[in-house]
């Protein structure tokens, strides 16, 4: 179903309900890039974590996971996914709810509902596994479309059974979750915040969401690494570029366009060769390693943005122009064939030039960023191409614009390397919405 969703004709998204229901299929409308296991990342205001999982090794101990999540687009009918790709024994989860977030680590009274597997109330995921849940009503989702809807977000509960061992993860999730202390025991059921006295800044063991849409409905997939993911953007602010983008295409289009974050900070193309739970590393696996995982098993995907290539150029990477580019040119095939019809765009790098992080910001990595955004802007290789370094850059002095430095995260001086809030909403802005979807922009 999720690379067999067919595009309708605009009227066809207003027929009646009987009609409309038959041409209903699943998108993804949030996603998490997983790695691990915790605390190997690059997480981003995180909050002391030693009082909700005290020992990795063991990670979560019977304890419940209050995940806030933001879905692009909303549907009467959800599902999630569950992963333990980097777990190093079963993962047994059970009292599992979704519900509307009222505020912090409380659920809106009455919109709890929970979620099965296979009909049951619990589910054992293997190491290296996912799994999806059963579909789960969203009553207050019944008008999707509803103006109140946009931007409101999932509280998304569930209990882990025992010990975890080594927790898959997100690290850079810029979003504030909650979790109970260990040894709480199943509590999701709970719709107040008193048991769950931490909080968090990264996702884990949850990887993507989906909601029921009508057939045709565009899933645009933001792929790469911390600009992407949205290092020195605004805590739960939701101005990452993706996000950014998403709420350009919905005053455009309403609710029908959905976009979803697949970026991992520290994240490379085609380094390192190895990654386990025995081999972790902080920027994850490869783009090449997680492009079947992240990009090409979420539903419904129809265009990719791939914007990466800086961490491979640095001092942690140095891997050659040749060498990523080629990772490039192999993802772009595998895209390709696995998605048929799917829409590139290649984004080019923003300047990490003189950048205060140890790792970046030499010349070298300039030479080379230059003769790869060469490549993006006229190889070929994609369907069209957003230039995000015009949108970016200072001509006077090679480096990003200045008041695209200083870090709003934590209101730090920022390290010339990611782009803060204004960045991102001058990235996003440069992308013209014909170009990222341009089968809506002709019907409109």
């Given amino acids: 179903m999720r690379r067999g969703l067919v595009a309708l004709p ?53 304890q419940t996971l209050r995940l806030v999540v933001r879905p692009s687009i909303w549907g009467r009918q959800a599902r999630l996914r569950f992963s333990n790709a980097l777990g190093t024994r079963p993962l047994q989860l059970d009292g599992v709810f979704v519900g509307l977030q009222h505020g912090g680590a409380m659920v809106m009274a009455g919109t709890t509902r929970p979620l099965r597997f296979g009909g049951e109330a619990g589910v054992v995921i293997p190491p290296g596994g996912m799994v999806w849940s059963d579909a789960v009503a969203l009553p207050f989702a019944r008008d999707a479309g509803a103006a109140l809807l946009a931007g409101r977000k999932l509280a998304i509960s569930f209990h882990v059974v025992g010990e975890s061992g080594p927790m898959t993860w997100h690290a850079k999730s810029l979003q504030t979750s909650y979790v109970s202390a260990p040894g709480a025991g199943s509590v999701g059921a709970d719709e107040g915040e008193a048991r769950f006295p931490y909080s968090t800044a990264s996702w884990f063991f ?36 993706p996000d950014v983008l998403a709420r350009r295409l ?58 990466e290539g800086t961490n491979d150029f640095s001092r942690n990477g140095n891997a050659s122009v040749a060498a990523v580019i080629e990772g490039v040119r192999s993802g772009v095939a595998r895209l390709r064939a696995a998605i048929p019809g799917v829409r590139l765009v290649g984004a080019t790098l923003v300047s990490a030039l003189h950048s205060t992080s140890p790792a970046h910001g030499f010349a070298e990595q300039e ?62 802005g440069a992308m013209d919405p014909a170009v990222v979807v341009p089968g809506l922009a002709r019907r409109r």
């Fill in 250 to 307: 919905h005053a455009a289009f309403g609710n029908r366009v959905a976009v979803v974050n697949a970026g991992i900070g520290g994240n490379q193309v085609v380094g390192p060769r190895e990654y386990a739970p025995d081999k972790p590393f902080p920027g994850g696996p490869s783009a090449l390693m997680r492009l079947e995982r992240d990009v090409i098993s979420l539903s419904g995907v129809t265009t990719v943005v791939w914007l």
């Fill in 367 to 428: 030479q080379k960023r230059q003769v790869y955004n060469a490549f993006i802007r006229g190889g070929g290789e994609f369907d069209a191409v957003v230039d995000f370094d015009a949108a970016t850059l200072d001509a006077a002095t090679g480096e990003l614009q200045p008041q695209m430095v200083p870090e709003s995260t934590t209101g730090g001086p920022g390290d010339r390397l990611h782009p803060n809030r204004a960045g991102y909403l001058a990235m996003a």
């Fill in 206 to 241: 949850l990887d993507a969401l989906d909601v029921q849409v009508p057939v045709g409905t565009p899933v645009v997939v933001g792929f790469g690494d911390s600009i992407t993911d949205g290092t020195a953007s605004t805590m739960n602010g939701d101005d990452r570029w």
């Fill in 10 to 62: 605009a009227a066809a998204l207003l027929l009646p309900g009987a009609a409309r229901a038959a041409r209903l299929g699943w998108a993804t409308v949030w996603a998490a890039s997983v790695q691990g296991p915790y605390p190997v990342g690059n997480p981003s205001a995180q909050p002391d974590q030693r009082f909700a999982f005290p020992d990795p090794a063991k990670g979560a101990v019977d």
